[in-house]
């Protein structure tokens, strides 16, 4: 079974740089199978994809948040990490990391807020 656990700041003050880092454990993110993903739910609205990184290292994101969003990793940590810059109180929202193959495991989730 994969685990999938997030971490970093709860709050991030307008304008700066979100950034969180997604550790897991019963799989490498390296496996060739498995989509490592970004995933947000904003306070009262859907789930929002924002981005995957491949076992290749390779990124690809949401077209409405591109020019903002950054995926990384560190392989020797088997860790993912997400970087959101110029955030707005519109970036409220828990953040979640995800490994999607025929099956699909969630982290728990982390609340990020926004505010000054």
């Known amino acids: 079974q994969v685990q999938l656990q997030e971490s970093g700041p709860g709050q991030v003050k307008p304008s700066q740089t979100l950034s969180l880092t997604c550790t897991v454990s019963?799989?490498?993110?390296?496996?060739?199978?498995?989509?490592w993903n970004w995933i947000r739910r904003p306070p009262g609205k859907g789930l929002e994809w924002m981005g995957i990184?491949?076992?290749?290292?390779?990124?690809y994101y949401n077209p409405s948040l591109k020019s903002r969003t950054s995926i990384s990793r560190d392989t020797s940590k088997n860790q993912f990490s997400l970087q959101l810059s110029s955030v707005t109180p519109e970036d409220t929202a828990v953040y979640y990391c995800?490994?999607?193959?025929?099956?699909?495991?969630w982290g728990q989730g982390t609340q990020v807020t926004v505010s000054s």
């Open positions: 019963g799989d490498s993110i390296t496996n060739r199978n498995v989509a």
């Open positions: 995800n490994a999607q193959w025929v099956w699909s495991y």
């Open positions: 990184i491949a076992y290749d290292g390779s990124t």
